[in-house]
């Protein structure tokens, strides 16, 4: 079912905590339209409660959903006549009636309401929303909503949250509270009131509410916190098993306690003590309070810790760690006035320098008090009269550094300690050495999977310690030691973690060269619970590392001299990156943005590797269907050399003649849907390449198709894609555990260490260090890349050869059969007007089958993978929308080009334009108005060429697509040219569609061979095409032997399997 | 005919628990107005003194109805004082007149209801020579129980100007006190919408709509921009931090709270860690499950 889930918060009152979470959906296509003359009518596209149910399994199975609360309500939203109007991501071609401004109405809904702590597990599960990749299944009000769960998420791990005392209807309630401390908090919780959508405030009861405000989105937001917070520690932190069960508590704080955990939340104490527990809450809360004044002033309080010096010990006792107390220039920080001048300072104005700070008495002395609260040495320090230093044990300091100072400056205080204390090598951590083997040095060649040699060992400082050395410093019992001269900290927890690491880890050993590539560019960040320190490479290792990290370049490569055509500079550098990760064994992906030439850079590493190392096995290269043709086409072009084995198609070969073919040739092409049928065929034989194009058919990784590829046997592993595969983290486990088997472990230890915490909280770090783990596998260069742009040319084309699918084929054969004999019939007798019309007619009817079956029958019929052409267009705009960029398809058929935009709409789920000759002038100047200037203008504008004319502005676009051909390059560029202006600083790609083996075909080679006769004789239109002999027509028109080789049924559902 | 008003909902009781002082510099802030407006009544050292009274909490209750003030203040030796406040109210042909000029546009009472009181409000009421706010000192009568020598004393003063803080927040405590409370002014101006002329209501008129919802048509379905949002999900650097920074509770009588609740945090930690990242085996199986049937529906 397609639908949409939708949701939002719901209470009646916002002084209470008992709201629930009303969980709606909104199908696709209506279900009902009420009949009745009733005061709320039901939403026509709601779905119903089982299919909402339905739908929340998908995120979280655990529960049952089907025996939950249902709830109905009435949602105000944006309506037509009829209906609530449709949101833009579902709106089709038809639905043209929004021009008209959008009135509000109610309509019911039917859902269900889902408890705060069962909503919770729904909206953290969702994926966190980026920009580029709106999932459409989940609306935005239910985004939102996950986005603030997991705000609350993030409160409740980092235990920011206070049991309190509100009152409550003349009673005492104790509630859990959000404490919202730190203004980063606050900020990040306005932000969130200030963006949340009115979607979000537009449900309410069916009466009485209807009438009232629109819930203010702070208070909504807040209830929605301070519930979750509230349910959660109650139900988490114990709940009513830390109940005492005494029914009348001894003192106020028992009962305070006890109303913590019970779900009657008021306290059970006479009203005579209410106000008095109330006020001492009321007066502990303050302390948090920053006091404004301060934050106002010039100038705040500032405490130093000072380690004592160990030369100055005596009797083999140290001095003890001081705390200096400052007031502190807000303005100059390192202006620091000690605490003794100030009490020496009689006025109310403490001059210093050029700065005259007021009051400075009451507001150190203010700030000492607070901080007296948090820390015993400070309290005591304030018995004297004149406190300028306080006095701390070892135990004391070591306190003061982990916990005190981090407090203080939550308090407004700001905390000097010595610089050590944040330097990573103070404490304890495994020191990693990496030595590749000695044996392999001459060689200098490694495989992924050869073993390196490692060495590791305790280290504390700067230095490595010996198993005697830390037994002593463990025996110690201390948290702050010194070692050779100076301090390092070492924790309890780390010195067990220690001993641990002492017994089970061997010191040295051997690892693959995946993981000890992965150690060094710091995929783990700690071993047996001890940090990693550094990691040390032996010099051919340290070689390889600044290589793929890209710090050293690597050496440029020509041109293969049997290449055909010229590589451009930046295709040079990625042959000589994949032949340099080919010697090492490494697997490498080439993801360069569409058009920049991946297919010929991977043709010239075949040709380079067949000169340097001959001895290497064929290559087997898996491309999806529709691209089977445009590779032979490619190969034939550039390396006409090489041996090329098609395996594909009813006639393909067996077992056994597949390996002696592939023994014998320098190329094997086959398909995706082929890897995982003719397994059993191309498992066993040892492949050199393996190459993968378009390798986003193996995006989920557990599908068969993605299995059955990953047990191909290669030595070498190459993937070419044209879509940014670092944020499609499924995708990126597909693709790299394909060429490098192991190293980003399991799929399941990745989604946990990365793909959840980068999914559902878009974390940064997390992102941060999967980056660096996989760039030194992926080469992807964009066009904007300034060494990239200055080897393009402002405006370029290519030719992409589709494939016919069976259907196109017989088709295509039954209309040339019939013409042709029409014509040789007709020879004699009719004349040239007549003979004129039917070739044409003939022609027009040709390509239509080249453009898509259903356009040549007229009969309606679903376009599904019928075309070649559609098929590969699909693919090209995917990536194109991946990338964010904008497309401009043209075809001459208008009727063509709507159904290109049915398609499309369902296709990728969004909004897609379409302009024709007769769109009518205010509807074509919005369209284009849209696509040029709004946010969120659709990716892709269907033009039927005959639609251009002047004042057609789309630079936006930087792809344009030529669904067919008019078969004159001078009219057909004028055409697009006038319909388009292409900006002057953007480039832009003309991707013209042909389908391989047909009149298509034939006609581009024809120009291409004539160019300049084309031009000058050819003249306008197709008129010329009519004027030529029924024998050349014939030769012209019949489908050539690839076309039939190619054709093929099992497109695209195979992608999908 | 002078329309009836709906008799009074009753007394609107102030929050004073948000009172911070003086919130509000803002030059045409309605607290600002509202301090011009009693500017004349109070001497300097009233005011200083009400202010402290505000800052000290020594401002207990204050009740606002029609016309009408009535609060409690401890004074200097926290006595506790009784006012009574007599605030000259608009007269009903004014609220007559005032409520057509509200119901002429949805937009100010949707703004009311919001608890804003926009500009456009006072502006639309000078019009009709109608001032929300009192003229002069002859539209107060104080009362205190205090037996300070004139009646212009600093808890009058502090009753008046704590009023004033209070107004940024609930522009409903002026109207009240003017006249016509909130379910008043809501009554008023929906009779004044049913009984419009015909031809006011347009054909198929629309149920009464969350006016405010309506203003943001369109942005209906867009969230603000949260891409610099960062959400962290992990134990907090310092445990129990929050509760730490406010020290131990005097009241709780030892100091045990925070090693009672120590396991509490700990084990809301863990929750929470779990239900974020996931740690048990049958989340694998779930996470394989989930992506083919996501994948599946795409």
């Avoid at chain 1, 404004?292 to 309080?301: E, K, L, R, Y």
């Amino acid at each position: 079912m397609e639908a949409i889930l939708h949701g939002t918060w719901i209470v009646d009152d916002y002084r209470q905590l008992d709201g629930m979470f009303f969980v709606w959906a909104e199908r696709k296509a209506a279900l009902t339209q009420s009949r009745y003359q009733v005061r709320v009518r039901r939403h026509p596209y709601a779905a119903t409660t089982i299919e909402i149910a339905q739908l929340l399994s998908l995120y979280v199975p655990g529960i049952a959903w089907s025996s939950t609360e249902r709830m109905t309500r009435a949602a105000l939203l944006p309506s037509q006549a009829n209906s609530p109007q449709v949101p833009p991501w579902l709106r089709m071609p038809d639905d043209e009636a929004d021009d008209a401004a959008p009135h509000f109405a109610y309509w019911r809904l039917e859902g269900i309401g889902v408890p705060i702590l069962q909503m919770l597990e729904v909206l953290t599960a969702l994926p966190a929303i980026a920009k580029e990749q709106q999932d459409h299944h989940i609306g935005v009000d239910l985004q939102y909503w996950s986005l603030v769960a997991k705000f609350g998420l993030e409160q409740l791990a980092g235990q920011r949250y206070v049991p309190g005392l509100v009152s409550q209807d003349k009673a005492l309630e104790a509630v859990w509270l959000p404490s919202l401390g730190s203004d980063a908090d606050r900020e990040r919780l306005a932000q969130l009131a200030e963006g949340m959508p009115p979607a979000c405030s537009a449900v309410v009861r069916e009466s009485g509410e209807m009438e009232a405000a629109a819930p203010e989105p702070k208070l909504l937001l807040q209830n929605f916190i301070n519930t979750l917070i509230n349910q959660a520690v109650r139900e988490w932190g114990g709940g009513e098993a830390l109940l005492t069960g005494v029914r009348r508590p001894a003192n106020l704080t028992e009962s305070w306690w006890q109303a913590l955990w019970h779900p009657d939340r008021r306290l059970n104490v006479p009203s005579s003590e209410q106000r008095q527990l109330s006020n001492y809450y009321q007066s502990w809360q303050r302390w948090s309070l920053s006091n404004s004044d301060i934050a106002a002033s010039n100038f705040g309080v500032c405490l130093r810790l000072e380690q004592p010096d160990y030369t100055a010990a005596k009797n083999g006792e140290l001095p003890p760690w001081v705390l200096r107390y400052f007031i502190q220039s807000r303005e100059d920080p390192s202006l620091l006035v000690p605490a003794s001048d100030v009490w020496m300072e009689r006025g109310q104005v403490l001059s210093y320098l050029n700065y005259n700070f007021e009051h400075p008495q009451e507001r150190l002395l203010e700030s000492l008090g607070k901080a007296a609260r948090i820390s015993p040495a400070i309290q005591r320090s304030l018995l004297t009269s004149n406190p300028d230093h306080a006095v701390l044990s070892a135990e004391e300091a070591y306190t003061f550094l982990r916990e005190t100072a981090h407090l203080l400056e939550g308090l407004g205080i700001s905390v000097l300690v010595p610089p050590w204390w944040s330097q990573p090598d103070a404490r304890l951590h495994v020191r990693i050495s990496l030595h590749a083997p000695t044996d392999i040095h001459d060689a200098g060649m490694l495989g992924m999977n050869s073993l390196v040699q490692y060495d590791w060992q305790l280290a504390l400082g700067d230095e490595l310690i010996t198993h005697e050395e830390f037994e002593r410093l463990a025996a110690l019992k201390a948290p702050l030691v010194q070692m050779r001269g100076r301090w390092v900290l070492l924790q309890p927890d780390q010195v067990e973690a220690a001993i641990a690491f002492w017994e089970r880890q061997q010191k040295q050993g051997a690892l693959p060269l995946n993981d000890a590539l992965a150690l060094a560019l710091g995929a783990d960040e700690e071993i047996d619970g001890l940090e990693i320190g550094d990691v040390e490479l032996d010099p051919l290792l340290t070689d390889l590392f600044e290589r793929i990290t890209g710090s050293v370049p690597i050496e440029p490569l020509e041109t293969p001299p049997d290449f055909v055509g010229e590589l451009r500079p930046y295709q040079e550098r990625g042959l000589a990156w994949l032949a340099f990760m080919g010697k090492w064994g490494l697997g490498a992906c080439l993801a360069d943005d569409m058009g920049l030439g991946k297919t010929i850079q991977a043709i010239a590493l075949l040709l380079h590797v067949r000169a340097q190392l001959p001895e290497l096995p064929s290559t087997l290269l898996i491309c999806p269907t529709s691209l089977v043709g445009n590779w032979k086409r490619e190969v034939e072009r550039f390396a006409p050399h090489l041996n090329v084995v098609v395996h594909h198609g009813a006639k393909r070969a067996g077992a056994e003649e597949l390996a002696s073919l592939a023994s014998k040739a320098d190329l094997v092409i086959s398909t995706y849907g082929l890897a995982r049928r003719d397994l059993e065929s191309l498992r066993p034989i040892s492949w050199g390449h393996i190459i993968l194009d378009e390798a986003q058919n193996i995006k989920n990784p557990i599908t068969k198709q993605a299995r059955a590829i990953r047990r191909l046997q290669g030595q070498r592993r190459v993937v070419l894609t044209g879509t940014p595969i670092e944020n499609r983290l499924s995708e990126l486990w597909s693709i790299l555990s394909f060429l490098n088997p192991g190293y980003l472990g399991s799929l399941e230890a990745f989604r946990r260490a990365f793909a959840v915490p980068i999914e559902r909280f878009q974390d940064e770090e997390t992102s941060e260090r999967l980056r660096k783990l996989v760039r030194p596998f992926i080469l992807r260069r964009v066009k904007t890349d300034p060494t990239v742009i200055q080897d393009l040319p402002a405006k370029f084309e290519h030719k992409v050869y589709c494939n016919l699918t069976r259907e196109q084929v017989t088709l295509y054969e039954a209309v040339v059969q019939d013409a042709m004999r029409e014509l040789k019939e007709g020879e004699q007798r009719d004349p040239v007007l007549k003979r004129r019309g039917q070739v044409l007619a003939m022609l027009t009817r040709l390509k239509q089958i080249c453009d898509h079956p259903a356009l040549y029958l007229g009969d309606g019929s679903v376009l599904g993978a019928r075309s070649g052409k559609l098929n590969r267009l699909l693919e090209m705009l995917d990536e194109v929308l991946a990338t964010g960029e904008r497309s401009l398809v043209f075809t001459q058929y208008a009727q063509m080009g709507q159904l290109l935009q049915r398609h499309l709409v369902e296709y990728f789920r969004r909004e897609v334009l379409f302009l024709h000759g007769g769109t009518s002038q205010p509807a074509r100047e919005k369209m284009i108005m849209r696509f040029q200037e709004a946010d969120d203008a659709p990716g892709i504008f269907v033009l039927s060429l005959k639609a251009g004319g002047t004042g057609l502005n789309l630079m936006r676009a930087n792809h344009v697509f030529h669904f067919d051909r008019w078969w004159n390059p001078a009219v057909e560029n004028q055409a697009t040219d006038r319909a388009f202006r292409i900006g002057q600083s953007r480039d832009v790609q003309v991707h013209k569609l042909i389908a391989v083996g047909t009149l298509e075909d034939r006609i581009d080679m024809l120009i291409e061979s004539k160019r300049a006769l084309a031009e000058s004789v050819v003249g306008s239109g197709e008129d010329w095409l009519a004027d030529l002999s029924t024998d050349a027509l014939l030769d012209l028109v019949t489908l050539r032997a690839d076309a039939l080789e190619l054709a093929s049924d099992e497109d695209r559902e195979e992608h999908d399997a | 005919m002078p329309e009836r008003p709906t008799p009074h909902a009753g007394p609107l009781l102030l929050d004073l628990s948000k009172l911070t002082v003086p919130a509000s510099a803002a030059q045409d802030s309605w607290s600002s107005r509202w301090r011009a407006a009693i500017a004349g009544i109070f001497s300097q050292i009233a005011i200083d003194r009400a202010w402290e009274a505000i800052q000290t909490g020594r401002v207990l209750t204050i009740e606002v109805q029609d016309g009408y003030i009535a609060a409690q203040v401890q004074d200097v030796r926290l006595q506790t004082q009784q006012q009574r406040i007599e605030v000259a109210t608009l007269s009903d042909q004014e609220w007559e007149l005032a409520t057509v000029l509200l119901a002429e546009r949805a937009l100010f009472m949707a703004q009311l209801l919001n608890l804003h009181l926009p500009k456009d409000i006072e502006e639309a009421l000078d019009e009709a020579d109608i001032s929300l706010f009192p003229r002069s000192q002859a539209d107060f009568q104080l009362y205190c129980t205090c037996n300070a020598s004139e009646r212009a004393c600093e808890h009058n003063a502090a009753v008046l100007l704590a009023i004033g803080e209070c107004l940024d927040q609930d522009p409903f405590i002026l109207l009240t006190l003017r006249g016509r409370d909130r379910e008043q002014l809501t009554a008023a101006l929906s009779d004044r919408r049913s009984g419009a002329p015909a031809h006011e209501r347009a054909a198929g008129e629309q149920l009464p709509t969350l006016s405010a919802i309506e203003l943001q048509a369109q942005r209906f379905w867009k969230m603000g921009d949260m891409s610099a949002m960062q959400i962290r999900i992990a134990a907090p650097e310092v445990e129990m931090e929050s509760l730490k920074m406010l020290g131990a509770p005097e009241f709780a009588g030892d100091v045990s709270l925070l090693e009672r609740l120590a396991p509490v945090y700990q084990r809301v930690t863990q929750r929470a860690l779990e239900l974020a990242y996931g740690n048990d085996e049958t989340s694998a199986e779930n996470g394989a499950v989930l992506i083919d049937q996501v994948e599946g529906t795409s």
